[in-house]
């Protein structure tokens, strides 16, 4: 049995006068509706919901203590109060939810947050720890993946599945820690011996408003997650990573940089193959040859961020560099989903910033002898500034452009393609997503690459409050058959 008391100890918390906290907690909750008697419940303020609203039902339905601001009106149940009740619930939660896997590692940045936790799994796995990677392709381990729909989860289901995983034997577990995550506590609690950064560039600043605060809701990570005596893998090439090592300097944890600039592993040489890359690596005064079965100078980035996490946490180096020629490419990030009967291979990528659609683009070009060519869409009710400069880089970069739908969500399709439209110059316009693969298909030759970004490994194209069944891989094999 877990008394209140007990997960309320030591913690910096205003508790209601007269409260008696031996109560049995039966589990935590930030939806009224999952709230069962002896449960704890979160209210929090945020952009469209106020969760204060719904103390009193959760109170009804069983809660037995609520964790709001000192302000929050709370009846019938305890009322554990804090001016940062998000960060509080998560602490409390955590205590509940122990224990997790011995060794956990964050990755944050812009693009390349699933890739390199995946890859961190991966690598684990091969050197004999039962691990896993929670983030945008669900939970997976080695037997199974399951779905969350969410690149970090909300902090019940979260440390739920860590605990989880801890009871399913995993050792060893890394996760994508994204700025709306980090921003809203929801990945508290457990101890992280290492956090990771990608890189930065321009997305979500409908949420943070501009690259400032959105690089300190990253920075989070290094600033308070990671353990005080954990490391940081730097990606060193980015335009921000100076700023970002100087955060990790900071707080004093040790540094693993890691790229052309980087000291732990230094990237040498980097040229493209058939099917991947071959990799001259400098560490520990030594040079390694890794050949990558994975394409792109960004996926030899997040490569080598994985590799460095996991060195960070034990990894010997010449075992890690090693195993890196046996990974295996991550769902929908640069996979081939099929080769047309015309031999154009077929690209399914993730890609839904400039930066991305840049680093995809630049990935394939030098595979391609022909047309490279490249066909994206913007997700509606979000960053609508990134619009046109998404057209600019693919018109830029690209032999041939066609914008379609991505995910229109609540606004209107045609007005999200005609801002993206707006930055590319001498770009196909054609909104079913569908028919617009079908037409990138059918255009291609058989020196020609056909790059479909923006939706990867996405199972669902969101329309108004609809989801329907959609599959960039499945369409286009389903195209090109």
Same mark, same amino acid.
């Not at 869409?377 to 379609?404: E, N, S």
């Given at each position: *049995?877990t008394?209140? %008391?007990?997960l @309320?100890?030591? !913690?910096?918390?205003?508790? /209601?006068?007269?409260? #008696?906290?031996?109560?049995?907690?039966?589990?935590?909750?930030?939806?009224?509706?999952?709230?069962?008697?002896?449960?704890?419940f979160?209210?929090f303020?945020?952009?469209?919901?106020?969760?204060?609203?719904?103390i009193?039902?959760?109170?009804?339905?069983?809660a037995i203590?609520?964790?709001?601001?000192?302000?929050?009106?709370?009846?019938?149940?305890?009322?554990?109060a804090?001016?940062?009740?998000?960060?509080?619930?998560?602490?409390?939660?955590?205590?509940?939810f122990?224990?997790?896997p011995?060794?956990?590692?964050?990755v944050?940045?812009?693009?390349?947050?699933?890739?390199t936790?995946?890859?961190?799994?991966?690598?684990?796995?091969? *050197?004999g720890?039962? %691990?896993?990677? @929670?983030?945008? !392709?669900?939970?997976t381990? /080695?037997?199974?993946? #399951?779905?969350?729909?969410?690149?970090?989860?909300?902090?019940?289901?979260?440390?739920?599945?860590?605990?989880?995983?801890?009871?399913?034997?995993?050792?060893?577990?890394?996760?994508?820690?994204?700025?709306?995550?980090?921003?809203?506590?929801?990945?508290?609690?457990?101890?992280?011996?290492?956090?990771?950064?990608?890189?930065?560039?321009?997305?979500?600043?409908?949420?943070?408003?501009d690259?400032?605060?959105?690089f300190?809701?990253?920075?989070?990570?290094f600033d308070?997650?990671?353990?005080?005596?954990?490391?940081?893998?730097?990606?060193?090439?980015?335009?921000?990573s100076?700023?970002?090592i100087?955060?990790?300097?900071?707080?004093?944890?040790?540094?693993?940089?890691?790229?052309?600039?980087?000291?732990?592993?230094?990237?040498?040489?980097?040229?493209?193959?058939?099917?991947g890359?071959?990799?001259?690596?400098?560490?520990?005064?030594?040079?390694?040859?890794?050949?990558l079965?994975?394409?792109?100078?960004?996926?030899?980035?997040?490569a080598?961020?994985?590799?460095?996490?996991?060195?960070?946490?034990g990894?010997?180096?010449a075992?890690?560099?090693?195993?890196?020629?046996?990974?295996q490419?991550?769902?929908?990030?640069?996979e081939?989903?099929v080769?047309s009967k015309?031999g154009?291979?077929?690209?399914?990528?993730?890609?839904?910033t400039?930066?991305?659609?840049?680093?995809a683009?630049?990935?394939?070009?030098?595979?391609t002898?022909?047309?490279?060519?490249?066909?994206?869409?913007a997700?509606?009710?979000?960053?609508?500034?990134?619009?046109?400069?998404?057209?600019?880089?693919?018109?830029?970069?690209?032999?041939?452009?066609?914008?379609?739908?991505?995910?229109?969500r609540?606004?209107?399709?045609?007005?999200?393609?005609?801002?993206?439209?707006?930055?590319?110059?001498?770009?196909?316009?054609?909104?079913?997503?569908?028919?617009?693969?079908?037409?990138?298909?059918?255009?291609?030759g058989?020196?020609d690459?056909?790059?479909?970004?923006?939706?990867?490994h996405?199972?669902g194209?969101?329309?108004g409050?609809?989801?329907?069944?959609?599959d960039?891989?499945?369409?286009?094999?389903?195209?090109?058959?």
């Amino acid at each position: *049995m877990t008394r209140l %008391a007990g997960l @309320i100890d030591g !913690l910096d918390a205003a508790v /209601s006068a007269g409260a #008696v906290l031996d109560a049995n907690v039966t589990g935590f909750a930030i939806d009224n509706r999952k709230v069962a008697p002896g449960t704890v419940f979160g209210a929090f303020q945020g952009l469209r919901v106020n969760g204060e609203d719904y103390i009193a039902d959760a109170v009804k339905a069983g809660a037995i203590a609520v964790v709001a601001r000192p302000e929050a009106r709370v009846e019938g149940a305890i009322h554990i109060a804090h001016a940062n009740p998000r960060r509080l619930f998560a602490q409390l939660a955590a205590r509940y939810f122990a224990p997790f896997p011995d060794v956990t590692v964050a990755v944050t940045g812009t693009n390349g947050k699933t890739s390199t936790v995946e890859l961190t799994r991966q690598l684990w796995r091969m *050197m004999g720890h039962h %691990a896993a990677s @929670i983030g945008t !392709l669900g939970v997976t381990t /080695s037997v199974d993946q #399951v779905s969350t729909g969410l690149t970090t989860p909300d902090i019940v289901t979260f440390l739920s599945n860590m605990s989880g995983l801890r009871r399913e034997g995993v050792t060893h577990a890394a996760f994508e820690a994204s700025s709306h995550g980090l921003a809203q506590y929801r990945t508290e609690g457990l101890p992280v011996l290492a956090g990771g950064f990608t890189n930065l560039s321009r997305d979500h600043l409908d949420y943070h408003g501009d690259m400032d605060s959105y690089f300190d809701a990253k920075m989070r990570l290094f600033d308070e997650v990671v353990a005080s005596d954990g490391a940081a893998v730097v990606w060193a090439d980015d335009a921000w990573s100076d700023k970002v090592i100087a955060r990790v300097a900071a707080r004093g944890l040790r540094l693993l940089s890691v790229g052309e600039k980087g000291e732990a592993l230094r990237l040498v040489t980097r040229t493209p193959t058939q099917l991947g890359q071959t990799l001259g690596i400098e560490a520990d005064g030594k040079t390694y040859k890794v050949n990558l079965p994975l394409i792109g100078a960004y996926q030899a980035a997040n490569a080598l961020t994985a590799a460095g996490l996991v060195i960070a946490t034990g990894g010997d180096v010449a075992k890690v560099l090693e195993l890196l020629g046996r990974v295996q490419p991550v769902r929908g990030r640069l996979e081939r989903a099929v080769i047309s009967k015309a031999g154009a291979p077929v690209y399914v990528d993730y890609a839904h910033t400039p930066d991305g659609l840049r680093a995809a683009i630049e990935a394939l070009r030098p595979h391609t002898k022909g047309k490279l060519i490249v066909l994206f869409g913007a997700g509606g009710d979000r960053d609508a500034g990134k619009r046109p400069l998404m057209g600019q880089v693919a018109a830029q970069l690209a032999d041939h452009v066609i914008v379609t739908d991505d995910n229109p969500r609540s606004e209107e399709p045609s007005a999200i393609r005609a801002a993206v439209m707006a930055g590319a110059t001498g770009a196909e316009e054609i909104g079913g997503r569908r028919a617009a693969i079908a037409a990138a298909i059918a255009q291609a030759g058989a020196d020609d690459i056909v790059l479909l970004a923006g939706k990867g490994h996405e199972q669902g194209q969101i329309i108004g409050d609809r989801v329907l069944p959609f599959d960039d891989v499945t369409v286009a094999r389903e195209c090109a058959g």
